[in-house]
C-alpha cells in the first residue's frame, strides 16, 4: 500500500513542477500594470512641461509690457523701424566705396566729412601713400598678432605647471591653474574699458586686454594638450636623472609643439576680430573708425570698412588654416568634413 502511495506522490510533483499555466496569468498583468505607469509618467512630464512653458511666456509677454511702458521710445511701436538705419547707409554713389576704400578724391563738388576721402592719406614717400583704412587694418592685425605672441609666450610655461602629469608640486599647479581661470573670466572688452581708463585710449590698452584674456585661453587649451603626451619620453630621462626644466624641453616640448603652435594660430582669427571689438570702445584701429562712420550716417565709408574687414578676416583665416595643416598634418582635419 505504502508502495502505491509513493508513485502518486512523484506523479503529483512533477505534475506541479511541469505545469506551464502556474504563473502564465501574472505576465500580461504585470506587463499592462508597466505600460499603464509608464504611460502616467509620461504623461505627467508633458503636462508639467507645457505647464512651464505657458508660466515662462506669460513671465516674458508681462516682462516685455512693462519694459515698453517703461522705455520713452516704445519698442513695439518703434518695432516697424528697426532697419531703417540700413537705408541710411546705403551709399548714393557706389563709387563712392572704393573712393573711401583707396582714399581717391571725389569728383563731384560735394563737401563735407562724409566725402573727403583724400584727407585720410598717410604718405610714406613722395607720392606714395598708403589709404587710411589699410593702416587702421595694420593696426588692427598688428594688435591681434602682438597679443597672441605675448599670450604664447606666457601661457607655455603655465600649461607645464597647470598639467597633472608635468607640475612640479601640487600649490603651484593649483595657483597657476586658478590664475589661467581668472584671465579668461572677463571678456576682452571690459578689460580694455579698464585700462582705457587708466592709460587713455589708443592700441596700448588693446594689446594688454587681449594679452591677457589669450594667455588665459591658450593656458587651458594648453595644459590640456601636455596632459596627453606619452609618459615614455619622460619616464626615460626622468630615470638619467633629468631635471624639471630638461624633461619639459626634451619630452614634452617636441611632441607638444605642433598642437601649440596651430593652437595659437587658431587663437590669432580670434584676436582679429576681438581687437576689431575693442576698437569701438576707444582701442584704437578700425574698428573705432567703424564706429563713428556708422553713427554718423557715412554710407559710402562704412561700406568700404566692412569691405575691407571681411576680406581681411576670410584671408587670415585662410592663411592660418593652410599653416596649421601643414604643422599638424591633414590628417587632423579630416574629422571636420
Not at 508639467?48 to 509690457?65: C, D, E, N, P
Not at 597672441?148 to 600649490?171: C, D, H, M, Q
Not at 575691407?308 to 599638424?328: G, K
Request: no cysteine; hydrophobic share 50%; glycine share 8%.
Amino acid at each position: 500500500m505504502q508502495a502505491a502511495l509513493f508513485p502518486a506522490k512523484k506523479a503529483d510533483t512533477f505534475m506541479t513542477l511541469a505545469d506551464p499555466t502556474a504563473h502564465a496569468p501574472t505576465t500580461p498583468q504585470s506587463a499592462r500594470e508597466i505600460g499603464d505607469a509608464w504611460s502616467k509618467m509620461v504623461a505627467r512630464r508633458r503636462f508639467y512641461t507645457g505647464l512651464g512653458l505657458v508660466i515662462l511666456f506669460a513671465a516674458f509677454v508681462a516682462s516685455l509690457r512693462f519694459a515698453d511702458e517703461s522705455n520713452a521710445g516704445h519698442f513695439f511701436e518703434r518695432l516697424p523701424h528697426l532697419f531703417d538705419f540700413l537705408s541710411w547707409l546705403i551709399p548714393k554713389d557706389w563709387n563712392d566705396v572704393w573712393r573711401a576704400l583707396f582714399d581717391i578724391a571725389s569728383p563731384t563738388q560735394r563737401t563735407g566729412e562724409e566725402y573727403n576721402f583724400a584727407e585720410g592719406r598717410v604718405y610714406v614717400w613722395g607720392g606714395f601713400y598708403i589709404p587710411e583704412y589699410f593702416e587702421l587694418m595694420i593696426i588692427t592685425i598688428n594688435v591681434a598678432l602682438v597679443s597672441t605672441i605675448i599670450g604664447f609666450i606666457f601661457a607655455v610655461p603655465l600649461s607645464f605647471l597647470v598639467a597633472r602629469n608635468l607640475a612640479p608640486s601640487n600649490p603651484p599647479r593649483i595657483i597657476a591653474k586658478r590664475l589661467t581661470e581668472l584671465l579668461r573670466a572677463f571678456p576682452e572688452i571690459v578689460i580694455a574699458g579698464l585700462f582705457s581708463a587708466i592709460l587713455s585710449i589708443g592700441p596700448v590698452a588693446a594689446i594688454i586686454a587681449v594679452s591677457l584674456h589669450t594667455i588665459g585661453a591658450l593656458g587651458k587649451l594648453f595644459y590640456e594638450v601636455v596632459e596627453n603626451i606619452d609618459m615614455k619620453p619622460d619616464e626615460g630621462i626622468k630615470a638619467v636623472g633629468a631635471s624639471w626644466s630638461e624633461r619639459v624641453r626634451f619630452a614634452a616640448m617636441p611632441q607638444v609643439m605642433p598642437n601649440f603652435v596651430s593652437y595659437a594660430l587658431l587663437r590669432l582669427e580670434i584676436n582679429v576680430r576681438a581687437s576689431t571689438i575693442i576698437g569701438a570702445v576707444g582701442g584704437g584701429g578700425i574698428g573705432e573708425e567703424l564706429k563713428l562712420s556708422i553713427s554718423r550716417g557715412f554710407g559710402a565709408k562704412t561700406m568700404a570698412l566692412v569691405l575691407l574687414l571681411f576680406i581681411t578676416i576670410v584671408a587670415v583665416d585662410q592663411f592660418s588654416a593652410w599653416l596649421r595643416r601643414r604643422l599638424v598634418g591633414e590628417h587632423a582635419f579630416l574629422l571636420q568634413h
